[in-house]
């Protein structure tokens, strides 16, 4: 009775809340059989008709392989020739025996020896030290007193190595559980046996040495860079499967399982891509992108065909990536790509959303040095360079934002990618007056880089290029002067930076940055005051027209691609700029800004995969909340990084000047960027002062060692739970934040423009990223966009909506740090992989606490557990208390008796866990008791393990 009750209660509420969602919504809300999913019969004819499809495709892709190799490689005439040792012989006569014996079985314990280099698999000679091996890191109070051997000797295992069979004594603390060598290959590492960091180590490494670069990880996928030239549009993978079945690989096995989810149940679904810049995340992303698009087209086509995604592909890659120093194609902006499809499951559209663009990259003073601008610039110079739209080329020769091609082998290359973007414009759909926006936009570019080297340089001006530069933008030639003119707002003394300097705005102004072209340290600052200003104005009039011209292209792919109407089902797949860190490569070059807004946003996804995958493992488990309660995570590096510092509150701590620089601060440390604020609305402050003040915040030992100062104007952050320590330069960051808050000059002089094609009726002249223009804007929300804290607020919304979905990660690997560098290679890298590598990388995604959740939750499975629960009932009398707790309370009363009594159960495989999960390298292991007793949840009376009900109840 009291069941029945509940059940209509939550009946009602849930009938008031779709009734209120309707209303406020303008798309119906669907009943509660739709929202389960589609009937069983439309359920089955979906899935037999979609796997009656992919037969069918599978069927055509391999024929056509087939094709390929029966061409001239002889693969047909080998198949026919009987050498292959799987066909029957077909000689009469018989089969002699098998002369070679089988090999004997090895018994002996398998482990691993964890080396600088990698790992090794041993076997212990004798069987009577395993048990050493699991005791070695513990105290030595725990070792048999009647052992008369030295510490050395009790600590040394002789071991033998498989591939060689050398015999070698090895300190045990360097040896881990290793599973049975048929575990290696495995192509999904949840179904390990043995989960230690060097098993799963171990299981990639062989698979990327056979070829198979995926491998699934339950729900999500690793996948590591094969090293190897990919197609621009990355349709389908060159590389054909050995074995049957459907050819796909996992990546496009677990796209299909994400598909079929969203179409079936019309919950929205989401495919992350994760991992370090090189990795080949973008290569995943067109994978997964291609796959959907090509396998879901209706009969009529939709408006997002394969044709449209390879022709938004030329164009974002020609605008938006560009070659660095860590990866031969690199994404430049954080790309969102949703997919809409029907209730029969097609396409019906998409549309993409960008943030996070780098366009001070469009500077020279903006990328590190032999670093190229983005592509569209060099494409559009040596196609319209000799046209009226250009300065003479012995003007432009002298460029401040990039050089101009010289080698006919390279302009040549720039005139056909010109071709391909013409091409793939016309087939979105932009009429001819929109293309030569993006030309007349492009020229004014490269005109002002001119503008900006005759300022630089001190030059005098040529009132003819000012005049061509007004005629392009349509605007009067006073209107652009008052530009250039225009004094720093709002009304406070210029900023002291490395950008423009200055004698009596600072308090400590900044040393005179060396004459090198890394990132801002290389302007020039021997210019007067006003020269330097008018230059640093035309700089951001470059940046801003750039900026207008990104969210024009994705306006005009939007409105090609984007469906009439919303469709039910959508997914979304994620795709962004990596971990950045020029240290691992080349001349080891410092990070800027721009790098630390990318590995912020990397951190934030993170703490994203922990939330949403590790965290709901543990949600309500007190026995996984005793696992993971020593576990490493990203909070304490995103508080360095985004805290708001304290609000509301005037109370201070003052130190005595003997004591501390310190003389005045609040409790609560501000972060990262809030400290680079506040620097930027100083007008005394510098880049020397704001790298000071992190440091005097974030840089005491009781903070872990996150940030560390290295150089006058250089800090160490350690990121990825410490794997990837990158080195920052803060040399011109205040300038770039201060640049963040003020007004944005392209659309200022749009909106007066008199040319049809290029004037904006934009009402905000600050730039928007992605989702801020969906929702009013509170005070808090208009001082982020008018500073660097737009950057934590544009990251914000992207994290934020893709936690509303159902997320898939693919954590893209290196396997070399010069692995985004391998199309520039003379030779092949091969398939050998640095296993250190590797194994920082996995350390930092977490992937082997995500293992252990999943391995804590498979062991008691539902039929187990419905057993002991069916065997625990007559241990719990409830006679006396049906007298005292009638109704639902006693019913709830009794499930929780039943769930205690199930965890105090339990408590063996809890222990056995902890061991494991304790036993590695790099974590010293703890008694049981300690690891209890920190956590609060169990308590030890008497000897004996009790779970502390009053604190759970509490």
Known sequence: MELELLEGIFHRIGKIYTEKSSGSSSVPMRSKESLRGKDDRHRKEFIEGREKYLEERSNQLKHKSIRKLRGDSGYSSMIQSGHSSIQASKSPSPVPPDQHPRPRVDTRERKWLVCQTGVVAVRLVHQDVASRVEDTSRSASNTPEDTAAPQKDENTIEVEIEDTGDVINVDARFLEEAGPASQNTTADLSELQVVTESQVLASVCSRFSQGDYQTRLGTSLVSVNPMRRTDSGCGRTSRSRRSGGSGCEPLLNRVEEIYRKAILTEQTQSLVMMGRSGSGKSCNFKQSLAYLIETTQPPPESRFTLEKMHAMDCLLESFCSTRTSLNTHATRLVQLMELQFDRQGYLAGGSVEMALPDTNRLLRIGRLSGEPTFPILYQVQAALGKSNLFLPPRMLSKNSFFTPLQEDVEIMTALEDWGRVCEAMELLEMVQEEQDSFWIILAAITNLGYIAKCLETGEALDPASLAKIAKLLGVKSDDLKQVFSRPNTPRTISPASSLATSSTSSRTSSPAPPASPLGYRGICTSMPDLTGQAADNVRRLAVNLYAELLSRLVGYINRSIRPSTVQPSNIFIFDSPGFQNPATTGEKPSAGFVELCYNYLQEKLQDLFNSEKIDKISQGKAALKVLFAKRGNAKPILNLLERQGQKGSKRTRTLGRRESKRVRFQNTAPGLFTLLHRAANCPWSDDEVFLQRLIA??????????????????????????????????????????????????????????????????????????????????????????????????????????????????????????????????????????????????????????????????????????????????????????????????????????????????????????????????????????????????????????????????
């Not at 320590?725 to 960051?733: E, I, T």
């Not at 749009?750 to 009726?761: A, F, H, P």
């Not at 929780?896 to 222990?911: C, G, K, P, R, Y």
């Open 697 to 954: 915040h974030w840089g005491s030992s009781c903070n872990g060692g996150l940030v560390e100062r290295v150089e006058e104007d250089k800090f160490m952050l350690r990121h990825s739970l410490g794997t990837n320590p990158v080195r920052y330069s803060v040399r011109g960051w205040r300038q770039l934040s201060y640049s963040m808050g003020r007004t944005n000059l392209a659309l200022e002089l749009l909106r007066k423009s008199s040319r049809e094609e290029l004037v904006v009726n934009s009402p905000s002249l600050v730039y928007h990223g992605i989702g801020m223009n969906q929702t009013p804007l509170t005070l808090s929300d208009v001082k982020a966009r008018m500073s660097c804290l737009q950057v934590q607020v544009q990251v914000e919304t992207v994290v934020q909506l893709l936690a509303r979905t159902e997320i898939s990660f693919v954590f893209c690997l290196l396997p070399h740090n010069l692995a985004g560098l391998c199309e520039l290679f003379k030779k092949s890298p091969g398939r050998h992989s640095n296993q250190k590598l590797i194994r920082d990388q996995l350390r930092g995604y977490q992937i082997v606490d995500y293992l252990n959740a999943l391995k804590c939750t498979s062991c008691s499975r539902e039929s187990e557990l419905t057993n002991r629960l069916l065997d625990s009932e007559a241990c719990i009398c409830k006679v006396k208390e049906s007298s005292e707790r009638s109704g639902l309370a006693g019913e709830l009363w009794h499930g929780l008796q039943l769930a205690v009594l199930n965890a105090i159960t339990n408590l063996d495989s809890v222990e056995t866990a902890i061991t494991s999960l304790t036993r590695t390298v790099s974590l010293p292991a703890h008694p049981i008791s300690q690891a209890l007793d920190e956590t609060g949840l169990l308590l030890l009376e008497g000897g004996s393990v009790s779970l502390n009900l009053k604190g759970i109840l509490d």
